[in-house]
């Protein structure tokens, strides 16, 4: 499987240029096998691109950015989702690639398989293969060791309990007001900091999709030009 990853050569947007380079520099880093496809100076890279976006990953209006992300036919998804799988430690998942053995995503991987199925069955689970002394026991020898664990419960249980009294007592909760406050301060930081990056990468989309729409007018203009020529040249010849 070949990861194909559609940008523009000739973007003019800086925040495209920088998404480009992200994505292909972390392809690079993990040694994955994958090709660039230029939609600025191939028509059909960039038709075959815009149509095989599901409608419902495609901005409002309707015209998907650079980069986009397949594997083979298959969508993995845009710059966003990439970034987003990125910080996860999910981005063969989102390749839709097995990870690595070793790899930090596949440890997670499976931790999260052991989490939704359960832990590993018990050994022996069938009695039958189990002889009947270890399966039931020894009637004698288990009476002996509850006689035993009943003498021991009896003298240890009163140093037992004054034990447990006297810890009780003496633990006192920690003062976290401070790190409480140190936690609020971090938070708001983050939040300004959040807001901060989430106005800037709407004031680059906003950039990004002028240029787009320039751009497709640029190409409509340069094509209803040359019918023009061509409808001009056609007159010509018939007044020949």
Not at 167 to 180: F, L, N, S
Not at 225 to 236: S, V
Request: glycine content about 8%; hydrophobic content about 25%.
């Amino acid at each position: 499987m070949v990861i194909k990853v559609f940008l523009a050569s000739s973007s003019g947007s800086t925040a495209i240029k920088k998404k480009q380079q992200d994505v292909v520099g972390f392809l690079e880093a993990l040694k994955l096998d994958y090709t660039q496809l230029d939609i600025a100076c191939n028509e059909e890279n960039r038709m075959w691109m815009r149509q095989n976006v599901p409608e419902e990953k495609k901005p409002t209006n309707g015209i998907p950015l650079p980069p986009q992300i397949f594997n083979e036919e298959s969508y993995c998804g845009d710059y966003d989702t990439f970034f987003d799988a990125k910080e996860d430690n999910s981005v063969y998942a989102f390749l839709g690639l097995p990870p690595p053995p070793g790899s930090k995503e596949a440890a997670q991987a499976d931790k999260e398989h052991i989490v939704q199925n359960g832990t590993h069955a018990a050994e022996n689970p069938d009695d039958s293969e189990v002889p009947v002394e270890e399966r039931n026991g020894n009637a004698h020898g288990e009476k002996e060791q509850v006689e035993a664990a009943d003498e021991e419960e009896g003298e240890g249980g009163e140093a037992g309990d004054e034990a447990t009294e006297g810890e009780t007592a003496g633990d006192e909760p920690p003062a976290a007001e401070e790190g409480e406050e140190e936690a609020v301060e971090e938070t708001d930081e983050v939040t300004e900091d959040t807001q901060a990056q989430a106005e800037e990468v709407e004031e680059e989309e906003e950039q990004e999709e002028e240029e787009l729409r320039q751009l497709e007018e640029e190409e409509e203009a340069e094509a209803q030009e040359g019918e023009e020529d061509d409808l001009e040249e056609t007159q010509e010849e018939e007044a020949e």
